[in-house]
């Protein structure tokens, strides 16, 4: 799963979905090999399993929408550029790029597949996977939903976590700066400790636009898995007689 990405089906009675490989079909039966070394499989019978119309290759770095592009691989991109720019050790900058990284991944493959699942499970859903509860807020969703929403899992949990670390640590850096700025007033110190307030000043800002994107990517993911849901018949129905669904 972690070299393929799932798209929505096209509609029709007997439509798949449609398969993006992230890595060319040799470079995956390498990774195949080296996970297998057994064998089990021959490298001619896998390579023409990825020749079937449901497979093709990724054309770009996370998905072939705008929104994946802006909110998704280009908003990491920016958060792991901030976290190398806040100078905070090797190991603790090692960490934070790790949940990154995880929270990327997860987002990509397997959120939405949780959402649909959380569709059909009776009882307390996830308020990070419910779609009525997480469309409704803009008006997106017109209907009512009756779940108890609870936290978790700690993957999804890991959205607001990671922002809310990342946040607590430039404030306490901003803090530090305030305070040997206040320190070195008047002395030739002043104007750099100056520089090093509005520098936090601006990473800050900074978070807040990866936050406010990261929000929009859980939200578009959240539309993939929605469109995932809607059967082939509904389409085609809509398509005869286009009406407003509630």
Not at 20 to 42: I, N, Q
Request: aromatic share 6%; charged share 25%.
């Amino acid at each position: 799963p972690e070299f393929t990405q799932v798209l929505a089906s096209a509609p029709g009675a007997h439509s798949v979905p449609i398969v993006e490989l992230t890595l060319r079909p040799e470079a995956l039966w390498r990774k195949y090999l080296a996970a297998h070394p057994t064998g089990g499989v021959s490298r001619s019978r896998f390579l023409n399993y990825l020749q079937q119309p449901c497979f093709r290759l990724q054309t770009c770095k996370s998905c072939l929408c705008g929104p994946c592009e802006e909110h998704g691989w280009q908003n990491f991109e920016d958060l792991n550029a901030l976290i190398k720019a806040l100078s905070l050790g090797a190991e603790s900058e090692r960490g934070f790029l790790a949940r990154a990284c995880a929270l990327r991944d997860f987002l990509k493959h397997d959120y939405r597949r949780m959402c649909v699942n959380a569709l059909s499970t009776p009882g307390p859903c996830s308020a990070w996977l419910c779609i009525p509860h997480g469309l409704s807020a803009n008006g997106e969703f017109c209907c009512a939903c009756y779940h108890t929403h609870v936290m978790g899992p700690h993957e999804c949990d890991e959205i607001v976590y990671l922002m809310e670390d990342l946040s607590s640590l430039l404030e306490e850096q901003r803090r530090c700066a305030l305070a040997r700025a206040a320190a070195s007033a008047g002395s030739a110190r002043a104007e750099l400790e100056e520089d090093a307030v509005a520098e936090l000043n601006e990473r800050a800002e900074e978070l807040q636009g990866c936050a406010k994107h990261l929000d929009l990517y859980v939200r578009h993911m959240m539309r993939k898995a929605l469109s995932h849901t809607i059967t082939p018949k509904l389409l085609d129905e809509l398509k005869v007689r286009p009406k407003r669904v509630h």
